[in-house]
């Protein structure tokens, strides 16, 4: 069975930082393109950042809300991807779910997202 699991957000003050880690298994996300998605109460899931797969070279995007602030990456452990997130503002608050896709231009559209992990909650909050 296909898994994707994220690390356990909690709770961070304004200003500070949490790094995500998304780990699969019997998935090797080298070949995928990884989506971080963030959902806040209320809102639609919007995409905070992705990373396309290690054949299609690497290259990173990242929402404007994120950039500046946001890393994403690939673990020296395989099958793990993380999302570093520093200078953490209270509306960056929601539940953040990682998912394998077959490209970043693709999961931008909402297609081609092959597998979701459940997802973890973040909340930056004094």
């Known amino acids: 069975q296909v898994q994707l699991v994220e ?3 909690g709770l961070v003050q304004p200003g500070g930082s949490l790094r995500l880690s998304c780990v ?11 989506v971080w998605f963030r959902q806040a109460p209320g809102k639609e899931r919007e995409e905070v950042s992705c990373i396309s797969s290690v054949n299609g070279g690497g290259p990173t995007s990242y929402a404007d809300s994120a950039k500046g602030r946001f890393t994403i990456s690939r673990g020296n452990e395989k099958n793990t991807v993380y999302l570093q997130m520093g200078n953490l503002k209270r509306e ?6 990682c998912a394998a896709a077959r490209t970043c231009w693709a999961a931008a559209l909402g297609q081609g997202i092959d597998y979701w992990g459940q997802g973890t909650q973040v909340t930056v909050s004094s």
């Open 7 to 9: 690390s356990w957000g």
């Open 92 to 97: 960056d608050t929601a539940v953040y779910y």
């Open 24 to 34: 699969a298994s019997e998935l090797a996300l080298d070949y995928y393109a990884v």
